[in-house]
């Protein structure tokens, strides 16, 4: 039953993302994983429990694609290569799919919309929370919400550009990289402790 179960899942999360909610059916997800509409209702419930699991799976698989975020010593390069990682997974066409399904489709549809957002965008600002304490704490940067600070750091980085990936532009490899570092640059010279930083202090943050 359990492999029966991940094998539903696995079709119907691909069927929704090519479909869209609405569009998809019972039937439509028993005509290529097999079994009868009386097992989807046993495991799941309806197609809405369907979705539900649909999107937890989805957003796990695009979590897992993040990967763990460790602090380096050189904060500037650290915060360029996270911030690489977080555009590169937002404007990832799968990302993007996700994104358009939810926004389209999941508003009555509490445990999905739940399920995307603390699996999500979520678990990205928690991770550049627990980075920036940690670079708070050698007192290399001082904000004072570090919260705030991340959600601005993650902003900044994602949000035209995954605005244009939603309506279909193409986002270069170029332009990601010039996004990157100019977001690094504009957020290092907002969170330094002193506003005259001098060149020991500049050396740590690799400028």
Do not use: W
Not at 41 to 53: E, H, P, Q, V, W
Not at 100 to 126: T, Y
Not at 129 to 148: G, P, Q, S
């Amino acid at each position: 039953m359990a492999q029966q179960k991940d094998v539903i899942v696995s079709i119907a999360s691909e069927l929704f993302l090519e479909r869209g909610f609405d569009a998809v059916t019972i039937g439509a997800v028993n005509a290529i994983a097999g079994g009868s509409r009386r097992d989807i209702y046993a495991l799941f419930g309806d197609k809405s429990g369907l979705f539900a699991r649909c999107v937890e799976l989805l957003v796990a698989e695009r979590a897992a694609s993040l990967g763990p975020i460790t602090p380096t010593d050189d904060l500037r390069s650290c915060l360029v290569s996270v911030g690489k990682r977080i555009l590169d997974l937002f404007v990832d066409p799968r990302t993007l799919a996700l994104h358009r399904l939810i926004v389209s489709d999941v508003a009555p549809l509490s445990d999905a919309s739940r399920s995307f957002l603390v699996g999500g965008p979520q678990r990205v600002f928690d991770e550049v929370v627990l980075l920036l304490n940690y670079y708070e704490n050698l007192d290399l940067i001082h904000v004072d919400n570090i919260e705030v600070s991340a959600k601005i750091f993650v902003g900044a980085l994602t949000s035209d550009l995954q605005v244009r990936g939603l309506l279909g532009e193409v986002i270069t490899e170029m332009e990601r990289e010039e996004k990157v570092d100019a977001t690094v640059e504009h957020f290092l010279y907002g969170v330094m402790p002193r506003l005259n930083v001098d060149r020991e202090q500049r050396a740590k943050l690799g400028f």
